[in-house]
């Protein structure tokens, strides 16, 4: 394999997306990606799946790996030979496990016509297919891989031949009118394969600048916004302290004293108060991307632990089975990998330890998504259910829609600033702001409401030695 680094800014940043490209490419096609809060590197060329570019990822602290056509089944080797990067997100677009396959990839008789007819021409046509439009073709085409013929071909009889492991993936995004692999193809494999599965409208070379951020989260942005809202948080996370409290209250905690107890997202201390109510712990971790003065001299005591941090990445540092409970309250939706993380949990967790857990469901803030016309990216119970280990039992795992009204649409995009949720994505000019409430759908009073999907889930530890 070959790689390229893309940095994005001059200041480090902890977090890459380690891209593999699909067969034909080099790095040149992804010069333009620019995904805020995140380094890019970029993999190609399969015609040996050795990877020389390791030193470059242990720089980083949180990996998100992104896997585009033929680049699946190689991303899949990468991710079974390496337990130990601090991989996060497994994305597959466009691809799957079975490259050459009737049923579950590009078939047979498909594959060798392409490759006993392949020359610069042929290439070309190719490329036109795959790109799905001449105007996306001539965007690639400013940008076209240098690769020679004859190591193409090679590269596709090694994509046929390699012997690579089935893994199971985050998600697996599928274009439906993909003239590469065929979409029913994809669907078929990654039924059994993938955790989530979505569906868009697009070709099989996808706009990589629109859909990365819609998957992936720019926590420093997350960060910048909370920390801004922390004056305001209190007294308009009407919602969020409504979450907090039906979350602890389903929570029953065994009565001993010296619990061991680990908080993420713990914000301005309203659901740590309410752990304090409800518990007696022998020692309280509290974790946030930011925590203000207040919080720290509240809440800084002989047992508690404070750190500010990102707990997909700090959660791998916890030592096996030494924890009793995992509480979280609207904060694991941030994260890029929730089944890693719900990994995690199952190891850290005692045997009969406990996670009490609240995230949203994909109806949340669905009048934003309508205005900007775009679909949610939350998992519904269905899918989450599907994520959670088997070491994990589910003793309660409930929704509830939840509705406020507001005099307007900027009054409830307000109420999303002022609390510091990152629904907007990155951040907007005043243009499409104006575009975004004048499209907020309305109530006939003209009123505005946003949802809230809020889902809680209990789960506790199996006991492994029954």
């Given at each position: 394999?070959?790689?390229?680094?893309?940095?994005?800014?001059?200041?480090?940043?902890?977090?890459?997306?380690?891209?593999?490209?699909?067969?034909?490419?080099?790095?040149?096609?992804?010069?333009?990606?620019?995904?805020?809060?995140?380094?890019?590197?970029?993999?190609?060329?399969?015609?040996?799946?050795?990877?020389?570019?390791?030193e470059?990822?242990?720089?980083?602290?949180?990996?998100?790996?992104?896997?585009?056509?033929?680049?699946?089944?190689?991303?899949?080797?990468?991710?079974?030979?390496?337990?130990?990067?601090?991989?996060?997100?497994?994305?597959?677009?466009?691809?799957?496990?079975?490259?050459?396959?009737?049923?579950?990839?590009?078939?047979?008789?498909?594959?060798?016509?392409?490759?006993?007819s392949?020359?610069?021409?042929?290439?070309?046509?190719?490329?036109?297919?795959?790109?799905?439009?001449?105007?996306?073709?001539?965007?690639?085409?400013?940008n076209i891989?240098?690769?020679?013929?004859?190591?193409?071909?090679?590269?596709?009889?090694?994509?046929?031949?390699?012997?690579?492991?089935?893994?199971?993936?985050?998600?697996?995004?599928?274009?439906?009118?993909?003239?590469?692999?065929?979409?029913?193809?994809?669907?078929?494999?990654?039924?059994?394969?993938a955790?989530?599965?979505?569906?868009?409208?697009?070709?099989?070379?996808?706009?990589?600048?629109?859909?990365?951020?819609?998957?992936?989260?720019?926590?420093?942005?997350?960060?910048?916004?909370?920390?801004?809202?922390?004056?305001?948080?209190?007294?308009?996370?009407?919602?969020q302290?409504?979450?907090?409290?039906?979350l602890?209250?389903?929570w029953?905690?065994?009565?001993?004293?010296?619990?061991?107890?680990?908080?993420?997202g713990?914000?301005?201390?309203?659901?740590?108060?309410?752990?304090?109510?409800?518990?007696?712990f022998?020692?309280?971790?509290?974790?946030?991307?930011?925590?203000?003065?207040?919080?720290?001299?509240?809440?800084?005591?002989?047992?508690?632990?404070?750190?500010?941090?990102?707990?997909?990445?700090?959660?791998?540092?916890?030592?096996?089975?030494?924890?009793?409970?995992?509480?979280?309250?609207?904060?694991?939706?941030?994260?890029?990998?929730?089944?890693?993380?719900?990994?995690?949990?199952?190891?850290?967790?005692?045997?009969?330890?406990?996670?009490?857990?609240?995230t949203?469901?994909?109806?949340?803030?669905?009048?934003?998504?309508?205005?900007?016309?775009?679909?949610?990216?939350?998992?519904?119970?269905?899918?989450?259910?599907?994520?959670?280990?088997?070491?994990?039992?589910?003793?309660?795992?409930?929704?509830?829609?939840?509705t406020?009204t507001?005099?307007?649409?900027?009054?409830?995009?307000?109420?999303?600033?002022?609390?510091?949720v990152?629904?907007?994505?990155?951040?907007?000019?005043?243009?499409?702001t104006?575009?975004?409430?004048?499209?907020y759908p309305?109530?006939?009073?003209?009123?505005?409401?946003?949802?809230?999907?809020?889902?809680?889930?209990?789960?506790?530890?199996?006991?492994?030695?029954?």
């Open positions: 394999m070959k790689s390229h680094l893309f940095q994005t800014s001059d200041v480090a940043t902890p977090r890459l997306i380690l891209l593999f490209a699909g067969w034909g490419m080099d790095h040149r096609p992804f010069r333009d990606i620019a995904v805020p809060g995140y380094d890019i590197c970029v993999a190609w060329d399969y015609r040996s799946l050795e990877t020389p570019f390791k470059i990822l242990n720089r980083y602290e949180e990996i998100a790996v992104v896997a585009w056509s033929f680049g699946v089944p190689a991303t899949a080797k990468f991710i079974s030979d390496n337990p130990h990067l601090p991989i996060t997100a497994k994305i597959a677009i466009n691809g799957t496990q079975h490259p050459v396959d009737d049923t579950y990839g590009i078939p047979e008789s498909i594959f060798q016509g392409t490759l006993d392949l020359n610069e021409k042929n290439l070309g046509k190719f490329y036109l297919r795959m790109a799905g439009s001449s105007d996306r073709f001539k965007a690639f085409a400013a891989p240098d690769r020679d013929i004859e190591e193409l071909k090679a590269e596709l009889v090694a994509v046929k031949t390699a012997e690579t492991p089935v893994i199971i993936w985050d998600k697996a995004i599928i274009a439906n009118t993909d003239r590469i692999i065929p979409s029913d193809n994809q669907v078929n494999a990654w039924e059994k394969e955790l989530e599965i979505m569906q868009y409208d697009g070709a099989h070379l996808p706009d990589f600048n629109t859909m990365l951020p819609r998957l992936l989260t720019d926590k420093t942005l997350v960060q910048k916004r909370f920390h801004r809202a922390t004056k305001t948080y209190d007294t308009n996370a009407i919602i302290k409504h979450i907090a409290e039906r602890i209250d389903l029953q905690p065994e009565q001993k004293s010296h619990l061991d107890i680990l908080e993420i713990c914000g301005t201390g309203y659901s740590t108060r309410l752990i304090y109510k409800k518990s007696h022998g020692s309280l971790r509290l974790w946030d991307l930011t925590l203000s003065d207040e919080f720290v001299k509240e809440f800084t005591g002989d047992n508690t632990e404070l750190s500010v941090c990102d707990a997909e990445i700090a959660i791998r540092n916890i030592p096996d089975a030494s924890l009793d409970a995992v509480i979280s309250a609207s904060t694991v939706q941030w994260f890029n990998s929730l089944p890693t993380f719900l990994s995690q949990l199952a190891r850290v967790l005692r045997p009969g330890g406990k996670a009490i857990i609240s949203f469901g994909p109806e949340t803030m669905r009048e934003i998504n309508t205005a900007l016309g775009k679909k949610s990216t939350y998992p519904d119970t269905y899918t989450l259910r599907g994520m959670i280990p088997n070491t994990l039992n589910i003793e309660h795992l409930t929704e509830e829609i939840l406020l507001f005099a307007s649409s900027i009054e409830a995009l307000r109420h999303v600033s002022l609390t510091g990152n629904a907007l994505g990155s951040p907007v000019s005043p243009s499409a104006r575009a975004l409430i004048n499209s309305l109530q006939p009073s003209s009123e505005a409401l946003l949802t809230y999907q809020p889902i809680y889930m209990i789960l506790t530890k199996k006991n492994t030695h029954l």
